[in-house]
């Protein structure tokens, strides 16, 4: 079986897996006016697939060319109706002492060694005008690379979170997800659940998510669960580890999505990491899909999450 490693991809927060809390419905009305430029990453394979992938699925505003980026920074900040959808590379830091000792101020080399920083790093899928983020999410990979079922996910996340605050008419994101749960939540149970099966910890098996996950579910290999995402299959729902940094440790929140709507059914996360000898403690937190998740998963099914 060939083995697809997640990598750890985003840096802005753990809280959320997007900052779908701080757009004001200004914000979305900006959005929903503006012509979205897109973005070239400087990859052939991959600048495709995110024109193929925003022309299939993007409805929410008008969309431009495919420019550099700065044209498209040059283009937002000459006209406010103009914004841009990009991937960005980002960090999250962590200092691993407060400050040196006033004992070693005078070593030239004290800095460096006190105030050594460990980091974490990713991509986001972000709607920008000029320098400002409108819109984001992080996003996972598979072996260092953003792939097309990726970019599927990222885009139905961000137009299903600034939708139902444009259709909802709410004040800010800071209760979209309360909307998400009384609005599609309760179709996730008449769905079958693909789990990928590298994702899944090594020690359970399809019996094992059947037991813990009581509604359909389905143990399934990668290109089952991407052709089913890329082919918006109806009656399909799949779940997607996103691993959002902050400094340098992940917390990993797990996506219930509708693979022929793209909308967001339910979102298991959790908020702190906790490692001892660099091993992470916390429970459903290991960036695999273990019994806590399934629990949670369950959990969400019956509308709590």
Not at 88 to 107: A, C, F, I, M, Q
Not at 123 to 129: D, E, N, P, W
Not at 159 to 187: A, H, R, W
Request: charged share 25%.
């Amino acid at each position: 079986m060939k083995k697809y490693v997640l990598a750890v991809c985003i840096a802005l927060g753990i809280n959320s897996a997007s900052n779908a809390q701080f757009l004001s419905q200004s914000d979305i009305q900006k959005i929903k006016k503006a012509k979205l430029l897109i973005v070239k990453s400087g990859d052939a394979n991959l600048d495709e697939d995110m024109q193929a992938s925003l022309k299939e699925l993007w409805k929410f505003s008008p969309l431009g060319e495919t420019v550099t980026l700065e044209e498209a920074k040059k283009q937002s900040k000459e006209n406010e109706e103009v914004m841009y959808v990009t991937l960005e590379h980002v960090e999250s830091k962590s200092l691993s002492h407060g400050s040196v000792p006033s004992s070693e101020r005078n070593n030239p080399m004290a800095k460096e060694h006190y105030l050594h920083r460990t980091v974490s790093t990713g991509t986001i899928l972000t709607i920008k005008q000029n320098k400002s983020n409108y819109a984001s999410v992080f996003l996972p990979s598979f072996s260092n690379k953003i792939t097309k079922e990726i970019l599927y996910f990222g885009i139905s996340d961000l137009q299903c979170v600034v939708t139902m605050i444009d259709t909802k008419k709410l004040k800010n994101g800071f209760k979209v997800n309360s909307n998400f749960k009384e609005t599609y939540t309760p179709k996730l149970k008449k769905k079958t659940l693909y789990i990928l099966e590298d994702w899944l910890n090594p020690k359970f098996t399809e019996k094992d998510v059947k037991t813990l996950y009581k509604a359909p579910a389905k143990v399934v290999d990668y290109f089952t669960w991407k052709d089913a995402i890329l082919n918006k299959t109806p009656g399909i729902a799949y779940s997607i580890v996103v691993p959002c940094p902050s400094g340098g440790e992940y917390a990993y929140h797990h996506y219930l999505m509708d693979a022929e709507t793209g909308n967001v059914l339910a979102i298991s996360k959790l908020n702190a990491s906790v490692k001892i000898a660099g091993i992470s403690v916390t429970q459903g937190n290991t960036g695999y899909i273990t019994d806590k998740n399934l629990k949670n998963y369950n959990e969400a099914q019956l509308g709590d999450w």
